[in-house]
């Protein structure tokens, strides 16, 4: 089964699909089916950004008839203490295009002196096939620690420290991450419906 997944980043396509392997879904990206135009995520929450997502690659592919189901997600970081931001900011917290390190310093900065460092991982996935549309939404709790860990991964993975760990993201592997537990929602549900085996 060829599902359109809303990105044009062929790192991005490759983790999903990794996630996917077991399952008889393939995805194909954005650049596959031309579409390039640039998506105004202008919603206030992950479920908006990720419907937004979700209808503009919608129209696209009506209007060139294009008949697969789309798949899109929203991610980010919502920090207790910040009333939870960076949240749907969390790719321009530090600026659009900001580099990790400069995303990363603004955090520790934010945080200086707060004790309580709860975070939460959030990411919603929207399926769309012709009238059939649901989201789901994964989540992963932990704290922002101290200091920056080893950079790479997501953004705020040097950081971000899982519930029942002692290091941060960047540095765990095979670890559950926010993303598995919104796919594992997404399968699950495209099984109920009979939409996979």
Known sequence: MKIIYGTGNINK???????????????????DI?????IDENGE????????????????CLKN??????????AGLCVKALNNNPGVHTARYAGDHAPQIVCLEK???????????EATFH???????????????????GQISTKIGKLGGLTFSPVFIPDGYNLPYSELENVETH???????????LKELKIIA
């Open 13 to 31: 396509l490759k983790e999903m699909q990794e996630l996917l392997k077991d399952t008889n879904i393939e995805l194909i990206s954005l650049k």
């Open 34 to 38: 031309n579409f390039s135009k640039e």
């Open 45 to 60: 929450t992950f479920f908006e950004n990720s419907m937004i997502k979700a209808k503009a690659i919608q129209t696209f």
């Open 65 to 74: 008839k294009i008949d697969l189901p789309i798949l899109t997600d929203d």
């Open 107 to 117: 955090l520790m900065k934010d945080l200086l002196n707060v004790e309580d460092r």
């Open 123 to 141: 990411c919603v996935l929207t399926f769309l096939k012709d009238d059939l549309c649901f989201q789901v939404e994964g989540l992963k709790k």
């Open 179 to 189: 993303r598995h537990d919104a796919l594992n929602k997404l399968i699950a549900k």
